[in-house]
């Protein structure tokens, strides 16, 4: 099945630590996202990326790094600068044409320990 | 910077009647992209119907319409015939059109439908 994969599903985080969130996709998409979402916040753009080997900062860049070395994966990776980031964290694709919609996967709940 | 604004937190429908969300946004360019998302109790984020600037013609999906007012900036969703299924957070989202629209989606704080039995 064609789709957009995130895991894990739920992931805890003890204070200083790095986790990395992860985003397979096999949409064959050139364009990837990360948005967080609170309560009451929407979602909110963090990073993308439009090819391999490149990456912008979205709104709320700080505390979070990305990498995008294969066309199917962009990992996030919330880091202990990050100093809240209990939130819902959604990756999504697009195939970068017009009017085209962006496809989500189905989250990771990360949490605080 | 383009906002999007859902002003109403939560609506309530009782089921079979018919319900309007409001959005509004702000921008200065002329090209753009507008969509409303359905976010159900499983959070999966799910795409309702979309809507192109350019076009005069407000979009239409099965029970699901828009009424789009540009000169307004007004992107507002009706949904007929409410059913259970529908209870979910409703989201609006702008995309700009330039870079090819690759920037991601700017979205509104969302609504939460609740459809009265």
């Known amino acids: 099945d064609g789709g957009i994969t995130q895991s894990p599903k739920y992931l805890f985080r003890k204070e200083g630590q790095n986790v990395t969130l992860s985003c397979e996709q096999n949409?064959?998409?050139?364009?990837m996202y990360w948005y967080r979402q609170d309560p009451g916040q929407g979602l909110r753009l963090i990073y993308y990326?439009?090819?391999?080997?490149?990456?912008q900062k979205g709104d709320i860049a700080e505390g979070y790094s990305v990498s995008r070395e294969k066309k199917e994966s962009f990992p996030l990776t919330v880091t202990s600068a990050q100093k809240n980031p209990t939130a819902f964290y959604l990756c999504?694709?697009?195939?970068?044409?017009?009017?085209?919609?962006?496809?989500f996967g189905d989250g990771t709940r990360l949490s605080i320990l | 910077a383009q906002t999007v604004t859902q002003s109403q937190p939560e609506m309530s429908v009782q089921e079979a009647e018919t319900v309007t969300l409001s959005c509004t946004y702000d921008?200065?360019?002329?090209?753009?992209?507008l969509f409303w998302y359905k976010q159900p109790p499983s959070r999966q984020m799910i795409l309702v119907i979309r809507?192109?600037?350019?076009?005069?013609q407000n979009a239409t999906e099965n029970r699901f319409s828009v009424n789009f007012q540009k000169a307004a900036k007004s992107f507002s969703l009706k949904i007929s015939d409410s059913q259970l299924g529908d209870a979910a957070m409703y989201f609006c989202?702008?995309?700009?059109?330039?870079?090819?629209?690759?920037?991601?989606?700017?979205f509104g704080k969302g609504t939460h439908l609740i459809i009265q039995p």
């Open positions: 999504a694709t697009e195939t970068g044409v017009g009017n085209q919609p962006q496809h």
């Open positions: 949409l064959n998409h050139d364009a």
């Open positions: 990326s439009q090819i391999v080997n490149d990456f």
């Open positions: 921008t200065s360019e002329s090209d753009y992209y």
């Open positions: 809507q192109e600037a350019y076009k005069q």
């Open positions: 989202a702008y995309r700009s059109a330039m870079r090819g629209g690759a920037d991601g989606l700017t």
